[in-house]
């Protein structure tokens, strides 16, 4: 049986979390700042969250190949103190009374260049879920995740920047260049987005984004 994500808190704190949450964003993936409030292998099943992040699936699949837990959760830590950023990305959704731990296992995942992790510690530090908000520290995370050409980040990016979130000013022709930055990837939310934003744009800033995409270099943290 396929091993799913499933959070370890009260329905009534998921449900505070996330109201507000979509209440913000119409067409990002800031819900994904809750997953800090998952575990992978937590006993009580209280409420299944979708995650498609392919990084958050390869956790999914060590999970349900691993049925001894003690020895996933070791093997984890051996591999994250060789530098496997997956492993400590796994580290940050297992069971722990101590957020701040999780917190920083996300972080060294992130500070080891994985984009998953990346995007996920911007969400988290977007909304102040288990660190204090700080939108200057989570737009530097999006970006290192979405300059990674990480779809997911790009989009989120997109998005904020065509809601005005994380205290940037809204901005139609930037949120349109990351969302067909996103939508290169075949990512079906980015295309919407992106199909949205066009017609509000004018003919010369259209030319400008789609020069600046035909310059676009991935850049590897």
Not at 76 to 102: K, M, V
Not at 132 to 147: L, T, V
Not at 170 to 185: F, G, I, M, V
Request: aromatic share 8%; glycine share 6%; charged share 20%.
């Amino acid at each position: 049986m396929a091993a799913t994500l499933t959070s370890s808190l009260p329905l009534s704190v998921i449900s505070a979390f996330l109201s507000p949450v979509q209440r913000w964003s119409r067409h990002g993936l800031i819900t994904i700042g809750c997953s800090l409030g998952m575990t992978l292998l937590g006993s009580e099943v209280v409420i299944a969250q979708p995650m498609d992040l392919p990084a958050v699936a390869r956790c999914q699949m060590e999970v349900a190949s691993q049925p001894n837990r003690e020895a996933l959760i070791r093997s984890w830590i051996h591999r994250a103190g060789q530098t496997d950023a997956l492993a400590a990305l796994c580290l940050s959704f297992s069971p722990n009374p101590n957020a701040g731990e999780s917190l920083a296992w996300l972080r060294r995942a992130a500070d080891l260049g994985l984009p998953d992790a990346q995007l996920l510690l911007g969400a988290d530090l977007e909304v102040g879920f288990k660190s204090p908000p700080n939108s200057h520290e989570a737009m530097h995370w999006y970006r290192k995740a979405a300059q990674a050409d990480f779809p997911f980040a790009q989009y989120e990016i997109g998005s904020i920047y065509s809601e005005g979130r994380a205290n940037q000013r809204q901005d139609l022709p930037e949120a349109y260049y990351w969302a067909t930055l996103a939508a290169r990837h075949q990512f079906q939310p980015a295309k919407e987005l992106a199909d949205t934003l066009r017609p509000q744009l004018s003919h010369d800033e259209r030319t400008r984004i789609d020069g600046r995409i035909k310059k676009w270099k991935r850049v590897v943290s």
